[in-house]
């Protein structure tokens, strides 16, 4: 066995990137506006351009963002939110602290993300809710449907949301994530395509009345003047540190993909004959954020792997559905098999911008003995 791979290296990342972080930390240290300094706004346009020109409102996580994208739209009581059961749980989560009612809708079992038909026949079967909004997940960094999710929404009169967590760089056809959706809310978790060093997170909207709701729910409501509460608010602020970080992994962020996507080609090219690998739709191009590929005997190859130093990770074993906390908006085991079967064969492989090929080529090695050992 050789030395233990890291499942993503956050080091390497700080090591090539560490005068300019440095730098820019001290730089708050010294001007001492910890709260919405002058970085905050800096990140925020530059976020902006690099999705294509949006209002960016930086807030306090993703989680934080996916409920003001739902506050914003007034979204509560007796709302139906249409949400993928195969996703991390804050996408559903944000759904009730609101007081609205997930309904978890199926996923395509080769991108992994919300299926068009299956919310078409969750809308449609909805009794006593007001169909309000949908929350898109771009899962493992590959964009969602947007086109065909959202001409549904749209036929339904309800709002589309972008789970962006996980496809900071992500694009379709061009069009960056953040503006594939006329809302959009995204990560900062330090394992995200785009992570601070702690917890952040951002909206993203073209609607410039929206943005300045935003900005007035990110700091509790308040109104032209500091102590004028216009509506209900949240403190759900970035951090000055957090925005100065990323300021400096923003540009490093399309070299960064383009890294995944060379890493992701290399495993495609050992691994497409042996097993389904992610889809990659015609004009999509996703952050990846995990790779990940689907494994009849999964428990048993993570297993071997981890014996052979490979960490893996399982995103999610278990979907929302069934989840014992969210069982009551569900329909069951059997309700949703797309969500259900993925939940039993996924597999994330290792995945950085920083990898060296010869880590890539033991862990596909690893990975096909252990393979074969089962056949
Ligand atoms: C990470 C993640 C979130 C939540 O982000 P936090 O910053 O951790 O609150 C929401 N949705 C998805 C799909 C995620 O992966």
Redesign the pocket.
């Known amino acids: 066995m050789g030395a233990p791979v890291p499942f993503i290296d956050l080091q390497a990342q700080y090591h090539r990137l560490k005068p300019q972080i440095d730098a820019r930390m001290h730089a708050v240290l010294d001007h001492g506006q910890f709260i919405l300094g002058p970085e905050v706004a800096e990140f925020e346009r530059a976020l902006g351009e690099f999705a294509g020109g949006t209002h960016v409102i930086g807030v306090s996580?993703?989680?934080?963002a996916?409920m003001m994208a739902l506050l914003v739209q007034d979204i509560g009581p007796g709302d139906a939110v249409y949400v993928p059961s195969f996703?991390?749980t804050?996408?559903a989560e944000a759904v009730l602290m609101l007081g609205a009612t997930p309904v978890f809708v199926d996923v395509l079992e080769d991108s992994c993300n919300l299926d068009a038909d299956d919310l078409v026949r969750a809308i449609s079967q909805t009794k006593g809710l007001r169909p309000k909004a949908v929350i898109a997940?771009d899962?493992f960094g590959l964009p969602a449907d947007y086109q065909r999710i959202g001409a549904v929404a749209a036929a339904h009169g309800m709002q589309l949301i972008a789970?962006a967590?996980?496809s900071m760089s992500g694009a379709i056809d061009g069009v960056r994530v953040g503006k594939l959706a006329p809302l959009t809310a995204t990560?900062?978790?330090p394992a995200?395509p785009l992570g601070c060093f702690g917890?952040?997170?951002a909206l993203f909207t073209s609607d410039t009345e929206m943005a300045e709701k935003l900005r007035s729910i990110r700091g509790h409501g308040t109104g032209k003047a500091k102590y004028d509460i216009v509506r209900i608010g949240m403190n759900a602020r970035l951090d000055t540190l957090q925005a100065a970080i990323l300021l400096v992994k923003l540009t490093v962020l399309e070299q960064e993909r383009s890294n995944r996507e060379k890493l992701s080609r290399y495993y495609d090219s050992r691994l497409s004959n042996m097993v389904p690998v992610p889809a990659r739709p015609a004009g999509y191009q996703s952050a990846w954020a995990q790779y990940t590929i689907q494994l009849d005997h999964r428990d048993r190859v993570q297993a071997a792997l981890s014996k052979s130093g490979i960490p893996t990770q399982i995103y999610y074993p278990r979907p929302m559905h069934l989840q014992p906390a969210y069982a009551g908006y569900g329909g069951g085991a059997g309700s949703l098999p797309a969500s259900e079967n993925l939940s039993r064969k996924v597999l994330s492989l290792p995945m950085h911008p920083y990898m060296p090929e010869e880590v890539a080529a033991r862990i596909c090695d690893a990975l096909c003995a252990a393979v074969r050992a089962g056949e």
Request: charged fraction near 20%.
């Open positions: 996580n993703g989680t934080d996916l996703t991390f804050a996408t997940v899962l789970d967590a996980q990560s900062f978790f995200k917890d952040g997170g």
